[in-house]
C-alpha cells in the first residue's frame, strides 16, 4: 500500500511539474483577453466539477480501507475469534496467546491507566495493524493472520520510563 502512494505521490508531483513548466514556459507570450476568458471559463464550466467528482469518488473508495472495525468486517466477515486485550504500565494482558491462522480475530482493546498505541509486528519485524488502547474506553480491532509465526505487540506510545519493556507475544498457528 505505502509503495502505490508513493508512485501515485510521484506521478502526480511529475504532472504538476509539467503543468507547472507549461504555464511558466508561455507566460511570457502576449495572449488576446478574449481567448484567455474563453479558456478560463472552460476550466471553470469542467475542470472544477471533473475535480470535485475525482475527489468524491477518491474519498468514497478509500472509505473501503478505513482501520474501523466496520469496514473491516464489511472487507473480512465476521470474527471467528476475540481476544480481551489489557494494557498498563508496562504490560499487555491477552486473554488469549495462540490464535489460528486465516481467521478473522477481533482485538478487544482497552487500557487501565494511561493511553497507550497497540501495535502488532510479524514475525519479520514489520508491523501490521495497530489501534489506541484508552481507559474506559475499547477499541475493536478486526485483522486476519496469514503467516504463522510469533508476533509481537509492542506499545506504540510513550507510557512513562518502562514504556520500552511493554512487550507481549502471541503465536498463530
Do not use: K
Amino acid at each position: 500500500m505505502q509503495v502505490g502512494v508513493g508512485v501515485l505521490f510521484l506521478l502526480l508531483t511529475i504532472a504538476w511539474t509539467g503543468v507547472l513548466w507549461w504555464v511558466a514556459t508561455r507566460s511570457g507570450q502576449a495572449v488576446p483577453y478574449e481567448r484567455v476568458s474563453a479558456v478560463i471559463s472552460r476550466i471553470r464550466r469542467w475542470g472544477a466539477p471533473l475535480v470535485v467528482a475525482l475527489l468524491a469518488i477518491a474519498f468514497l473508495v478509500s472509505l473501503l480501507f478505513l482501520p474501523y472495525a466496520g469496514s473491516r468486517a464489511q472487507r473480512l466477515g465476521e470474527p471467528a475469534v476475540t481476544v480481551d486485550v489489557t494494557g498498563r504500565m508496562w504490560a499487555w494482558e491477552l486473554s488469549r496467546t495462540t490464535l489460528p491462522r486465516g481467521q478473522v480475530v477481533e482485538f478487544r482493546v482497552t487500557a487501565l491507566d494511561v493511553n497507550h498505541g497497540f501495535g502488532i509486528d510479524a514475525p519479520d519485524g514489520r508491523i501490521v495493524t495497530q489501534v489506541q488502547a484508552m481507559p474506559g474506553y475499547t477499541n475493536r480491532l478486526l485483522f486476519r493472520f496469514d503467516q504463522p509465526g510469533v508476533y509481537t505487540i509492542r506499545c506504540l506510545e510513550f507510557c512513562a520510563t518502562g514504556h520500552h519493556l511493554m512487550q507481549a507475544q502471541f503465536t498463530v498457528q
